[in-house]
C-alpha cells in the first residue's frame, strides 16, 4: 500500500515534533522526539513495512469525517460503520517534556470493532525493534526499544503478527477507550502511565489561551488565518526558539523527480518571515524566545552566518541519501539535511534585520548582545554587499546578483538608520544611510528593465522572479509605484500557469537541476496581497478564494500545486505558505476595512 495523498493527512504536535494522520486512521510520518530525529513512523516515505500505526473499525466504514475540536492541535474522526459510529480524538500532550500521543475512542452509538496495527521501525525504517510485552495486568501494553530510542503503547492488547503487532477491541456507545504511546530514552526505565484525561484538558486549556493572546482578525478567510497561526506555532520548537520550515522531508516539487529536500531545519528567512506575522498578531514572548534562539545560532563571526540551521542552532546539516525508504510514491532520492546550509545568499541579512526591527517595535528591548550583534552584521554587508549569492531559492548554479537579494542588504541598513534615528540606539547612521542609499541607486539601474518596465530576476537578467513581489514588503518602494505595477505584469506574464505563479523558468534558469516544478502557493499569496495593497481588490478576493481552496479539510497548505491532477505537492505543512495566507488575509481585510 502506498502513501496517501499529501492533502489526506492532518497534523498533531507537541511543538516539539509532529505526527501527520492520513485520513484511513493510519499515522504515517513521526520523528521521536523532535522534528528532524529520524523517523519511527515512515509509511509517508514508503508503505506500511517502513511504520505506521492503523487505528480503524475493523469493517469497512461507510463514512468518515474529521476536524481539529476548536482553536488547537486536537484531532477529532468520526468513523461510521455497519456496527454503529465511534469518534477518535488523536493528540500531542503539550508541556510534558516527552513526546506522547494519545487515541481516544469513544463510542456514539452501537457496537463498533476496531482493529488496530502498529509497525515501529526507528532510524527511517532502518532498525527493526525488540519488542516485548509489558508484564502488569493493570496496564498492558509493549515496549520497543531499537539503539538509543524506545516506545512503550499501552492501551488493549496487542498481539506478535510476523514483524509487526496488531489486536482488535470493541467499543459501545458510551465507552471510552484509551490508546497512549510515549517515546523514552532506551537506557531509562519505562516510564510509568499518564493521566490521559489530565493530559487532554492541560493540551486544549495551552492551545486555546495561546490563541487567545492573537489580535482578533475578522473577515472572509479568518477560521483560515487563525488555523495558519496554529501550525506556524506548532512548527516552533518550545524548547529552543527555532522555527522549521515544515515536518517533513522529501516530499516531492516534481512527481517522480529530484527536488526532494529535507525542510525540517530552521531557515533564518523563513523563521523570521515567520516571526513578523506572529508579532503583527501580537505575540511578544516569540518574538523574545526567537531573539534568543538567533543570538545563539549565529554567535560569532557574521562571516559564519549560516542561512538555516538545525532546531538547536547546529551548524553541520550535511546532506545524506537514506536508501532505507524508497520515497514518496516512488520519488527519490529521500535525504536526510540539507546542503543547501553552505550557500551563501545575502537576503538573510534583510529578512534578519527586519525581524528584530519589528521586535523593537513590538517592545522587546534590545539586551547587551542582541543589538552589538546586529551591528556586527550590518559590518558585514558594508563590506559584502556587493558579493553574488545563489538567492532565496538556493540555485544550485552559479551565484549571481539577485535582485531581491540586493533589495534585502538594503533594507538590513535601512533598519540599522532606524535603530539609530528612531530607537536611539548606537550607530554609524549617516555611513548606513550612505551605503543604503548607494544601494537602492545600484538596483534602480542594474536591477530594472526600463525597456519592460520590470525589475530583472538578477543584475542583466530578461527575465523575473516571484520574489520581486516582496520589494514593498520592506518598504524598498510602494504597492502601486508604477515600477512594482510594471513588475506584477512581467510577473504575469511569464510565470503565471493556471492563474498560479512560479516562483521562477527553471526552463530559463541556471539552478543546477533538471526543469519543472508545479506553481508555488506562497507565491501565489504575495500575489494576492500585492492585488490588494494597490486596489485590484477585486483580483486579490478572487485569487484569494481560489488559493484558500487548496487547503485541505483541516486547512493545512503544502508547499506547491498541481493544478493537472488538483493535488498539493511538496513538504507539509509548509509554514511559508501559511504565513503567506495570514499576510494576504490582512492585506484584503485591511484593504477593504468594512467589507466582511
Not at 503478527?161 to 458510551?174: A, R
Not at 521586535?359 to 550590518?378: C, K, N, T, Y
Not at 496581497?529 to 487548496?550: N, T, W
Request: proline letters at 4%.
Amino acid at each position: 500500500m502506498m502513501a496517501l495523498r499529501i492533502e489526506d493527512y492532518a497534523l498533531i504536535g507537541n511543538c516539539h515534533t509532529a505526527a501527520l494522520v492520513g485520513n484511513n486512521g493510519s499515522i504515517d510520518w513521526l520523528c521521536l522526539p523532535r522534528f528532524d530525529s529520524d523517523s519511527t513512523f515512515g509509511a509517508l516515505l514508503g508503505n506500511e513495512r517502513h511504520g505506521r500505526w492503523l487505528l480503524t473499525p475493523a469493517n469497512e466504514p461507510i463514512q468518515t469525517s474529521r476536524k481539529y475540536a476548536g482553536s488547537n492541535l486536537t484531532l477529532s474522526t468520526r468513523w461510521v460503520s455497519t456496527d454503529g459510529e465511534v469518534e477518535i480524538t488523536e493528540l500531542m500532550p503539550h508541556g510534558v517534556g516527552r513526546s506522547q500521543i494519545i487515541r481516544r475512542v469513544r463510542g456514539v452509538r452501537g457496537h463498533v470493532k476496531m482493529k488496530q496495527e502498529l509497525r515501529i521501525r526507528f532510524g527511517y525504517a532502518d532498525a527493526m525493534p525488540w519488542v516485548r510485552q509489558l508484564q502488569t495486568s493493570k496496564s498492558p501494553g509493549i515496549v520497543a526499544v531499537a539503539g538509543p530510542d524506545a516506545v512503550v503503547v499501552r492501551g488493549p492488547r496487542l498481539k506478535s503478527n510476523g514483524h509487526s503487532h496488531s489486536g482488535e477491541f470493541t467499543v459501545s456507545e458510551g465507552e471510552t477507550v484509551d490508546i497512549t504511546l510515549e517515546w523514552f530514552p532506551s537506557h531509562e526505565h519505562v516510564p510509568n502511565p499518564f493521566d490521559v484525561q489530565e493530559a487532554i484538558d492541560a493540551t486544549e486549556d495551552w492551545w486555546e489561551h495561546w490563541i487567545a493572546n492573537c489580535r482578533k482578525t475578522e473577515g472572509r478567510w479568518s477560521d483560515e488565518l487563525e488555523r495558519s497561526l496554529i501550525i506556524l506555532r506548532a512548527l516552533t520548537n518550545e524548547q529552543t526558539g527555532g522555527i522549521v520550515a515544515a515536518a517533513t522531508t522529501s516530499l516531492p516539487e516534481q512527481w517522480g523527480g529530484v527536488r526532494n529536500w529535507d525542510y525540517r531545519f530552521v531557515w533564518l528567512r523563513d523563521a523570521s518571515a515567520t516571526l513578523k506575522v506572529l508579532m503583527s498578531q501580537g505575540l511578544r514572548a516569540e518574538a523574545l524566545t526567537w531573539r534568543n534562539w538567533l543570538l545563539r545560532a549565529v554567535a560569532g563571526d557574521p562571516g559564519d552566518i549560516q542561512i538555516m540551521y538545525g532546531i538547536g542552532g547546529e551548524r553541520e546539516l550535511p546532506e545524506q541519501t537514506i536508501r532505507s525508504l524508497p520515497g514518496y510514491r516512488g520519488a527519490t532520492p529521500v535525504r536526510k539535511g540539507n546542503g543547501a546550509y553552505r550557500q551563501y545568499q545575502g537576503d538573510i541579512f534583510g529578512e534578519l534585520m527586519s525581524a528584530l526591527r519589528s521586535a523593537r517595535e513590538l517592545g522587546v528591548h534590545e539586551d547587551r548582545f542582541s543589538w552589538p550583534m546586529q551591528r556586527a552584521i550590518l559590518r558585514f554587508v558594508e563590506k559584502n554587499w556587493q558579493r553574488p549569492d545563489h538567492g532565496m531559492w538556493e540555485m544550485r548554479g552559479s551565484p549571481k546578483p539577485f535582485t531581491h537579494s540586493r533589495v534585502m542588504l538594503w533594507a538590513a541598513l535601512d533598519c540599522g538608520v532606524s535603530a539609530v534615528r528612531n530607537f536611539g540606539l548606537e550607530g554609524p547612521d549617516n555611513r548606513w544611510a550612505d551605503l543604503r542609499d548607494r544601494i537602492r541607486d545600484e538596483i534602480n539601474s542594474q536591477g530594472f528593465d526600463s525597456k519592460r518596465g520590470s525589475y530583472t530576476q538578477y543584475y542583466g537578467s530578461k527575465g523575473v522572479d516571484a520574489t520581486l513581489l516582496q520589494l514593498p514588503h520592506v518598504g524598498f518602494l510602494s504597492y502601486t509605484d508604477e515600477r512594482m505595477l510594471g513588475t506584477v505584469a512581467a510577473i504575469e506574464q511569464e510565470l503565471m500557469r493556471d492563474g498560479l505563479l512560479l516562483r521562477y523558468r527553471t526552463d530559463l534558469s541556471d539552478d543546477g537541476l533538471p526543469g519543472g516544478e508545479h506553481p508555488f502557493l506562497a507565491c501565489s499569496f504575495w500575489l494576492a496581497e500585492q492585488y490588494a495593497r494597490s486596489g485590484r481588490i477585486s483580483d486579490a478576493e478572487q485569487l484569494m478564494e481560489r488559493l484558500v481552496g487548496f487547503c485541505n479539510d483541516v486547512g493545512l497548505l503544502s508547499e506547491e500545486y498541481d493544478t493537472t491532477q488538483n493535488l498539493q505537492v511538496g513538504n507539509t505543512p509548509q509554514a511559508l505558505s501559511h504565513l503567506a495566507l495570514v499576510r494576504a488575509a490582512v492585506a484584503i481585510q485591511e484593504s477593504r476595512p468594512n467589507r466582511a
